[in-house]
C-alpha cells in the first residue's frame, strides 16, 4: 500500500469528496481541514497515488506574477507568500520545510509591436497591482543579460521578485501531510461513475473502480487533464482537454556567468535555469490537438528538428550541449478562455469544478484550494473574490480570456 494511502475508505459517506488527489485537490483538502468552521468528512479519491503521469509531477516548478488579468496576478501573489511561509500557513509544524522561491525571473522577449504593446499594457496592470515588472529595451537587455541574441528583439519583459523556481514537490507532500493529519482521507481508487438525485440537481453517491459506492454532500472535480471525463459521468459539459507539453533538460558546455530567466522566446519556446550547469525547456510545436489522458510517447525528433535550433538561435553559447532527459506532461486545457474553471454547476449545485488551469494550475493551487474550501464551507469565496471564474461564465457569455499563457 502507498504511504498516505488507504486500499478502501473508512465509511461509506462524506461531507465532501475530491475526485483527485494532485495539487489542487491537496489543497482543497487542507483548507477544509485547517477551517474551524467546516466540521465535515473528507475523502481524496486517487487513480494514481504515484502521481508519476500528473500535471503536478511532470511541471516545471515555476511561479509568476506576469498576467495579463489583474485577479491571475492577485492569485499569484498569494502562492508566493505561501510558498515562502509554508510553514506558517501550515500551522507551524516543524516537519514543514522552509521553502524559498529562486528568484531568477521571467524574461518575455517581445518581436513585434503588437507584442511589446501588450507587454507595456500588461505591466501597468501588473504594476498597478505591486508586481515588479519591469521593462527592458534590446539594448538594456543585452546589458543585463548579455547571453541572448537580440537582433530581433523589440522589447523585453521581466520580474525578478516572486518570479522563479521553488520546491513544488516538497510543497505538494507538505499539503497532503498535513491535510492528513488532520482527518482527511486519502483512497487509491478511480471513480468510474456518478449517481445524480431524482430531480437531477445533485450527484448522491459516486462509484469507484473497486465496486464500493460513496454517499457524498459534495464532490470536486479536481481531476486535472481527466476532468472533462469525470464531467461526463454527471452529464456534464466541460470544455478542458488534455494538451500534450515537452519537457528537456540538457547541460552546457559553457554554462552561462549567470542565472537564466524563465525566457518565453516569441515562438513560444521556453528556457530556464535549472541548476548546476543544466537548462529546462519547454514547448509545443505546431498544431495543439488533444490527446488521449494516458499519450505520454515521446518524439525524440522534436528536440532535433524544432527545440534545440530556436534555443541555440535566442542564446548562441548554447550550441554545444547535451541532453539528459526528455519528458512528456500534460495541460488541463481549457479551450474558451485558458483560465481556471470554478464553482458549482448551474444545475448540479453539488457539482463543484476545480478544472482548466492550461499550464499554470501548481502556481494557482494554494489560492484555488483556499477557494474553493471557502465556497464548500460557505456557499461563497472569503479571501479573494474568484466568482469571475466560475462555471456560469460559460452560458452568460463573459468570459476572462487569459493572453500570458506559456
Known amino acids: 500500500m502507498t504511504p498516505g494511502f488507504a486500499t478502501c475508505s473508512s465509511r461509506d459517506s462524506y461531507d465532501v469528496v475530491i475526485i483527485g488527489g494532485a495539487i489542487m485537490g491537496a489543497s482543497t483538502a487542507w483548507f477544509l481541514a485547517d477551517n474551524p468552521d467546516f466540521d465535515g468528512r473528507v475523502l481524496v479519491v486517487e487513480r494514481d497515488a504515484s502521481y508519476r503521469d500528473t500535471s503536478t509531477m511532470t511541471t516545471t516548478s515555476c511561479m509568476r506574477q506576469q498576467f495579463s488579468t489583474e485577479l491571475n496576478v492577485r492569485i499569484a501573489q498569494f502562492a508566493a507568500d505561501f510558498v515562502k511561509n509554508l510553514r506558517r500557513h501550515l500551522g507551524g509544524d516543524d516537519r514543514i520545510p522552509q521553502l524559498a522561491i529562486r528568484s531568477f525571473g521571467y524574461m518575455y522577449l517581445a518581436d513585434t509591436q503588437a507584442f511589446a504593446d501588450r507587454l507595456r499594457a500588461d505591466c501597468d496592470m501588473q504594476r498597478a497591482a505591486g508586481a515588479a515588472t519591469r521593462l527592458l529595451s534590446p539594448d538594456q537587455i543585452a546589458r543585463e543579460y548579455p547571453f541572448y541574441a537580440v537582433d530581433d528583439i523589440v522589447l523585453g519583459s521581466i520580474n525578478t521578485k516572486d518570479e522563479g523556481y521553488f520546491d513544488a514537490t516538497a510543497m505538494f507532500d507538505a499539503l497532503r501531510r498535513a491535510s492528513r493529519d488532520r482527518g482527511v482521507e486519502y483512497v487509491e ?71 537564466l530567466p524563465l525566457t518565453i522566446d516569441p515562438s513560444g519556446l521556453h528556457v530556464r535555469e535549472n541548476g548546476g550547469g543544466t537548462y529546462q525547456v519547454g514547448a509545443h510545436f505546431g498544431p495543439d490537438p488533444a490527446v488521449d489522458y494516458d499519450d505520454f510517447a515521446v518524439d525524440h525528433s522534436l528536440w532535433e528538428n524544432e527545440a534545440w535550433p530556436i534555443v541555440a538561435t535566442r542564446i548562441p553559447q548554447f550550441e554545444a550541449i547535451r541532453l539528459q532527459n526528455t519528458w512528456v506532461g500534460h495541460y488541463a486545457m481549457n479551450t474558451v478562455d485558458h483560465n481556471a474553471i470554478m464553482g458549482p454547476h448551474d444545475e448540479v449545485g453539488n457539482f463543484i469544478f476545480l478544472n482548466g488551469f492550461s499550464g499554470h494550475g501548481l502556481q494557482q493551487a494554494p489560492a484555488m484550494g483556499r477557494g474553493t474550501a471557502e465556497w464548500l464551507t460557505y456557499g461563497g469565496y472569503r479571501a479573494l473574490d474568484l466568482t469571475p471564474f466560475n462555471y456560469d461564465r460559460f452560458a452568460q457569455n463573459r468570459p476572462i480570456v487569459e493572453h500570458a499563457v506559456i
Open 189 to 259: 481508487d478511480e471513480v468510474v461513475a456518478m449517481t445524480r438525485n431524482k430531480g437531477g440537481n445533485r450527484v448522491e453517491k459516486v462509484t469507484l473502480k473497486s465496486g464500493r459506492e460513496i454517499a457524498c454532500g459534495q464532490v470536486v472535480n479536481a481531476s486535472g487533464p481527466r476532468a472533462d471525463r469525470t464531467a461526463r459521468m454527471a452529464g456534464i459539459d466541460l470544455p478542458v482537454e488534455p494538451r500534450k507539453r515537452y519537457s528537456w533538460i540538457f547541460k552546457a558546455e559553457k554554462p552561462l556567468d549567470r542565472d
